[in-house]
């Protein structure tokens, strides 16, 4: 890396020279460049191809000056090594992002038993891959954010088998514990090794995605979901990169997520960006436009943006994104229009 870069430093809480600005799903539907490579090649390919990765993860860099790129690629593309048939259904025209299927959701005990840990350096080459190629492609302009799921977000989508909501794997919560506990430790494990195998071929951060976590209250994630996070955070505090744990619907459990061990909470539209950075006083934190508003006109989600960024107040450690992903259908005008205006924000 060369010099430090004020993604970096916000990570560490240092002061910057400009407010470091990304946005989850920056590379995505709403981008023409990401269509027309649709055009010619399904998700899965894509996700399989360290050329077309390094591309798609290097084109909002180009076109917006996002200050952090993320890798392209999905927090269920390893359920294939675990054993898992993974599909992605077309998009509907118009109607936005082909949703994941699973054909052999996880349903008993012996199905969790079944479940296979990957071994990224054989079953996901094409990742680490990608990782090189992106920062061949970046050479050293911003730094590069791996990812993976996290273990009860992933875990929904392979007990429903798709975007079906969280009825079954909640019930397996209650009915059967043990079950339970046995996926979220496979689940655990396999995000570990690939989040491990990600920094070591290049990742400059990672970003733990629990999107779905507010699902739960607060006994069950204390049972079920923050010992897991907890290990996944210190399996990251060794390998020496910025950790960031991102979950939608928590802004009653901040004070318990910053003691994970994380060093950057993001957060959803719920809470006020201020009362979020006082209730987490010693961790950087990122957000939380509404992406909805990014929608309407750039006048309007520059108006948002820049409400965000004075409320979330001169202190060094605050990362501007989203509350969530950018939405398909998101004129690109805005987004740019987003990313300048946090550019040129000055206290
Ligand atoms: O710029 C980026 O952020 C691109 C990389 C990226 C990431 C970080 C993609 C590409 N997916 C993800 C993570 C991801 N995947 C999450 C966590 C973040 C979030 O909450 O949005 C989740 C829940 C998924 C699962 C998934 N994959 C969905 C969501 C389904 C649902 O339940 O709502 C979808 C639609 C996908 C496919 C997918 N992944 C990524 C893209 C661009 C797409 C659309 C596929 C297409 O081109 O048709």
């Known amino acids: 890396m060369p010099p430090p870069h004020r993604f970096l430093e916000a990570c560490a809480r240092r002061p910057v020279d400009r407010l470091p600005v990304w946005m989850m799903r920056q590379a995505g539907r709403y981008q023409p460049s990401y269509r027309a490579v649709r055009q010619q090649v399904g998700f899965l390919e894509l996700c399989r191809s360290p050329e077309l ?16 790129a993320i890798l392209f690629s999905d927090i269920l593309v390893h359920l294939p090594a675990m054993g898992l048939d993974l599909t992605f259904e077309k998009g509907e025209k118009g109607k936005g992002d082909g949703g994941p299927k699973i054909a052999n959701p996880v349903r008993t005990r012996a199905d969790v038993d079944a479940l296979k840990v990957p071994v990224p350096t054989r079953d996901l080459r094409y990742v680490l891959d990608g990782i090189r190629a992106i920062n061949a492609g970046l050479n050293g302009r911003v730094p590069l954010i791996g990812f993976v799921g996290g273990p009860f977000t ?13 009825t079954r794997l909640k019930t397996m919560l209650y009915a059967d514990k043990a079950a339970a506990h046995a996926l979220f430790e496979k689940l655990t494990q396999a995000a570990i090794v690939q989040i491990e195998e990600q920094v070591a071929a290049g990742a400059h951060a990672a ?4 999107s779905w976590l507010g699902e739960l209250d607060r006994e069950d994630l204390e049972e079920f979901a923050f010992p897991y996070l907890a290990r996944i955070a210190a399996a990251l505090k060794k390998t020496g990169v910025p950790s960031i744990f991102f979950g939608t619907g928590l802004s009653g ?5 910053a003691t994970l061990g ?4 993001s957060v959803d539209w719920r809470i006020p ?3 979020a950075r006082r209730r987490v006083p010693g961790l950087a934190v990122q957000g939380n436009l509404d992406s909805t508003v990014m929608l309407s006109s750039a006048e309007a989600s520059v108006k948002k943006a820049l409400g965000i ?6 202190a060094p450690g605050y990362i501007f994104n989203l509350g969530h992903g950018i939405q398909v259908g998101t004129p690109p005008e805005n987004v740019k229009a987003v990313v300048d205006a946090v550019h040129a924000f000055r206290w």
């Open 53 to 68: 990765i390094a591309q798609v993860t290097c084109a909002p860099i180009d076109e917006f000056g996002f200050d952090a």
């Open 154 to 166: 992933v875990a929904s989508y392979v007990v429903e088998g798709g975007s079906q909501g969280f």
């Open 207 to 210: 970003q733990v995605f629990e």
């Open 253 to 257: 459990h901040l004070e318990r997520i």
């Open 262 to 265: 994380f060093d950057v909470i």
């Open 273 to 275: 960006i201020d009362e």
């Open 309 to 314: 960024c004075k409320a979330a107040g001169p």
